[in-house]
């Protein structure tokens, strides 16, 4: 069992896998009843494109079934939750652009303000995942910020520690 989805640790698109599956725009993460009517909402808006939503699905699967994606969008499990940061590192590192609601937390939202398109509302998503697929120049913008973001906190993370950590998770990994 791994403690954490292979997603993290690739931090350079350059290591993208080969994707078998494609989807111009994915979501991923638990289907709650609000995160359904998105997913639902967003096919029914998008129609030049393919959208693709995936519930309990981890690691490398995972990491097939977004590779060629051009846009991610993402909603909070819950209302008032903070940003999913956990989510949106890796995405940025592996140049999606990604579109999310803001989050109870203003002055987080604002840290990733230009690097991640976001939307008011979850109604909101569909028009951003559509103008994102429709415009070349404003995904491929938002996409090397993004990728830049992700360069400048790698460059100020302790790298030393991240490698211990890494090691850590992946020896529980063997050992569970």
Same mark, same amino acid.
């Given at each position: ?6 997603? *993290?640790? =690739?931090?350079?698109?350059? +290591? ?6 494609? #989807?111009?725009? &994915? $979501? ?25 939503? *995936?519930? =309990?699905?981890?690691?490398? +699967? ?6 060629? #994606?051009?846009? &991610? $969008? ?27 609601? =803001? ?74």
């Amino acid at each position: 069992m791994k403690l954490y989805p292979s997603i *993290f640790r =690739r931090y350079n698109a350059d +290591d993208a896998p080969i994707c078998p599956q494609h #989807a111009d725009a &994915v $979501f991923f993460g638990a289907f709650t009843q609000a995160r359904r009517a998105l997913c639902e909402n967003v096919i029914s808006r998008v129609r030049d494109h393919k959208v693709a939503c *995936f519930d =309990r699905i981890f690691g490398e +699967d995972l990491e097939m079934r977004i590779c060629n #994606a051009k846009v &991610v $969008f993402l909603d909070h499990a819950y209302p008032g939750a903070s940003l999913e940061v956990h989510r949106i590192l890796p995405l940025l590192a592996l140049g999606k652009a990604v579109v999310a609601v =803001r989050s109870s937390d203003y002055l987080l939202d604002s840290k990733y303000e230009g690097v991640v398109r976001f939307a008011d509302t979850a109604a909101d998503i569909p028009d951003l995942v559509n103008e994102l697929l429709n415009d070349d120049n404003d995904r491929n913008e938002l996409i090397r910020r993004g990728l830049q973001f992700v360069r400048v906190h790698r460059e100020r993370s302790n790298h030393n520690l991240c490698l211990a950590l890494w090691d850590l998770n992946e020896h529980v990994s063997r050992v569970l």
